[in-house]
């Protein structure tokens, strides 16, 4: 199969470097280009950030000289998918630019989440939206995928197999890692020792994301859940990985038991397809009493290249009617760069890029 | 007034220095003897640990001969009250001799907390409890009056305010200190940049002394409050504070200013009296969308000597019934060895000591 | 005495809030204008940051409006002393344009350090050189004091008292903590669970301050010592203080009883004159093998106003004609605000200020 | 080739799993055998502890029953080599009875260390040394090889290639990892978000073991170089990895280019032999000013097997005939297993063992 060009945008901090290390010796891909801030541009890809997310920048990937993030500039490496780790303002428009110049687009921004026609795609959860995508196709000749916010991720991971239970309301307290405020996102002297009990933006994009994901596309539209998402978002001292606590109430009485093998028993489209970046297993449940946590179990998943696709699940226990568990997402990989790269592998598999 | 005669048992431990420290230049009461293992015994209290809950050892307190933990010892410096922070084991049986000698016995260990005729004391919350201490009075000649688990007596001081409206379920994901965990007992490869998702017994203890402090003493027995507490523990690389997300659900709508109202305006018998060791305010309601903190926060409460005594409470939402709050407090002070001594105090007050 | 009236220059930041803290009742001064970057002007002071150097913001100083940064403004409010905590580009000019105005000019801003009419004062160790300030009154009305950088503060103060033995070189590890890089300045990323062997510029400073803080006033000029500092400079997760391995190589063979004599027996002019902000003791050695330590020693000195003013040295070893020892020093009180603050405590009783 | 039948002993602690994971799937060495105090015999690996060097126990060692160790249990699996992480007293007498029934033993612990018929081997530095397990053999039949201390191991690899230019004293100051206090070594309120600037036996260990391994074997006896290592050690809050500032001085000028390029250009008999766990380069030079730092170069070396073989230095540089440097080491494999399964993969070479 020849290789299919692609671009980075927005590759210097760490979600941008996470797409750099997953298209490494990618199946499907072949990276072409790379972008950023004209601070940055210029430089080969190696002197143009710090390398964070492992022991040394791919070789090839290295030497790309780094363009400046502009329509022209990404058009003139004749991309065909464009994976962008923007921050949501410069996102917006040229995303929509690239579309209409044919262009897929499979996006970390929040910029265009909630827009009508656009996915959010995890795929092992609702691979049918990606319909919408091929809607935008015939309307702009390219697409827009989005991913969903890292903490969002992980819960709708583990609130998908529960689903057929018929969920009724969602409480969940977030347990957040420094990563997930990007390179230079938080001070160390508010974090070190600490705990923030809020950030920005993030109890709001988990309420409504959620309820996206899970949604059913009825044709045009996706019709919600019939269940809110309450969330409590704090920041933790930890570099990798979110672990949340969340209590989830049913219309029926469900047992541990059940939770728990309906959990482990879940299977998506990427497993069935065999995708490359496809963890065996999306969702893998502990059974110990104090698991999971964010250094033993941020990296999950696997093969080699599905390393922290999975989501951990443990602690699961029934009370009163409702189910209570924890999880833990790698909130770089699986919660951000990672799922747009599995998602892209879909779009290749469904014709909608080739 | 003279001053009561004093001891700390387990006095080398952080809860046991935090008696110390609180105790140095005490209105009421004199500090005579401390005790511990055979390991430190004999030597001045100032060489028999680390001291960790401040600057420097209390001048006074520093050249104690420490004594080792056995009822003769202790009974040699004639104490009135004594002051345990022993763990469980070693508790229960020499609490129950000093009884019998009739001593007061103010303790931070467990063991006892559960017994019918044996108080958990907050001062703030059920002082009326302390007649449960007379019962034992009349048949021991002593008594036994426990404090709280650490993260319970946080939790138990939220409540409190918020019962008038009706409390059906308390549910709660608490972010706990290493400290809690005492000087030796989390092993730094264990917590460093991670979180622990479970802590041993403590859930628990959450949820059944959470009830019997909210308890209503009728006579003899005291009548369960008709609500649960569903708690998660988790361990977080923070020094001191335990920070708590709660969602309390009630049997009516409450809005988020009526419960703020009510927790700002809360005070107890302690502030009434004007007990030394009591805080101006035992919740202090923070305002800002990202507090408390542990770090900014952990030693709230005034005056001096009540710093740490105060439980701060933000982040105060309303949703579909339920009042979602994020709570911080001291483990060592409020959650163990200051509220044994407020307890002290107050049974000074009502001449239960003399 | 009548009250000198003060103020503060970049309260924002975590030296600005040290400065108000230490001047918080002070007997000398007296506390009337506060000034920040236009962003933060015309709030009251408690709204204008986020206090983070003890629990509460000082009750006077907290209703007090916060000015902008401007000569104009600082001068309405008719300070006789200004203490600046600006960073070096925005105090070099305000410094120059207040001491034209005649005022005594207390800073913790690098820009003018090295200026030959300057004075690097640290009380205990150089109190003749304020003559460079009373030099500068003669020609400008006003002057300027600097303290020393942070990590100088705490070598010099422990070089001070083995210079009788000659030094010949000093070679010093720094393990500096994160508050030394502001409130800001250094992101959660770099420094959590790391080490940064590298401080801008902070080697530089080391070597060339030292030298020029224990040089000899020979009327005009100062008269460097006969060695060099070498400073490896690195930053390590700790909130606060920084630690130093240093080695100090002699002329002639000191031994480890020798040195540890003369720093336990350092005192200067400010515990001579009992000036306020004064420790008893401005070095601290620890007999233990494992102190100083950050969390344990950082806030070493007393009474309770010089809490921080103390330097803790320990590990006082000799090897091969070298002493070798480890030293802590608190860098926002000692190593910033609290030498300041002694220093215009010494000018007050010298009389340059009145 | 045949595959070499070996055991480890101590297998479940932190350097116990680094020799699991080194061994797994090795070209040369089958691992037939762990063994660990009786507590966790008897069960399968996998369940014997907690896995913390990497994500996933290999999948052949997790299945092994783990046995108790002692001499009858070892032998009845017929190793021909065994690696030790076992405690210094347990290692002692059992690796000795080992080496009598004709086993080599390459060991992690300290105890047989100084002996003077065992060498203290690292491969790159003195692949001579192991004369001295030559000579073993025919005295006893098998043979002891030991590791250095692990901050040794990496301030030796560094010593070597500028060993050259005449090194006359070695002044170094260590931030080492709470990994190199073991699993449950270091308690988490002592290390957290402090520094302890001291470490039981760390300095005499670096003092003597650098200078027997830079030492000339002659004949019979080591002659040790003309230089002493004066170490202050201190813990620092990093997971992995020991950072140390060194000051090197020479018995003439050396310019930092001369240094840099003498520690760049080295290489070993590892490298010449392309022994499976030997880095490419065993030092690599970081030209950037603030590296290397312990969490982005803790893993360097490279192929996949040699991650953490390579010690890292940067901020070379020359004062007054001294060199300044930074280094760092991953402790548990550079500084322990990975040396001896090198030192193994030498011996083998050298026909010690087939």
Known sequence: ???????????????????????????????????????????????????????????????????????????????????????????????????ERGIGVFSNASARRMDADVPILIPEINPGHLDLARRQLGRFGGFIVTNSNCSTSGLALVLKPLDKFGIREVLVTTFQSISGAGRRGLAA???????????????????????????????????LPPFEVHATCCRVPVREGHLMSAVIRFDREVSAEAATEALASFRGVPQELGLPTAPERPVIVREEEDRP?????????????????AVSVGRIRGNSGAISLVLLVHNTVRGAAGTCVLAAELAVSEKLVN
């Open 189 to 223: 002297m508010d974090i070190a020792g600490n705990v923030i009990p809020w950030i920005r933006q993030e109890e709001e994009k988990m309420a409504r994301e959620s309820r996206k994901i899970l949604g059913q596309l009825d044709g045009v539209n996706i019709v």
């Open 293 to 309: 946590q964010p250094v033993l179990d941020v990296l999950a998943g696997r093969p080699e290249r599905a390393r922290g696709m």
């Open 1 to 99: 199969m020849k290789k299919i060009r692609v671009a980075v945008m927005g590759c210097t901090g760490l979600v941008g470097q996470q797409f750099v290390r997953l298209l490494d010796g990618h199946p499907y891909f072949d990276l072409v280009a790379l972008t950023s801030s004209s601070r940055s541009a210029g430089r080969p890809y190696r002197q143009a950030m710090q390398w964070s997310v492992g022991t040394e920048v791919p070789e090839s990937a290295g030497r790309i000289a780094v363009l400046d993030t502009n329509l022209a500039a990404v058009m003139s490496e004749a991309p065909e998918i464009v994976f962008s780790a923007l921050p949501p303002a410069a996102a917006e428009s040229i995303e929509g630019a690239l579309r």
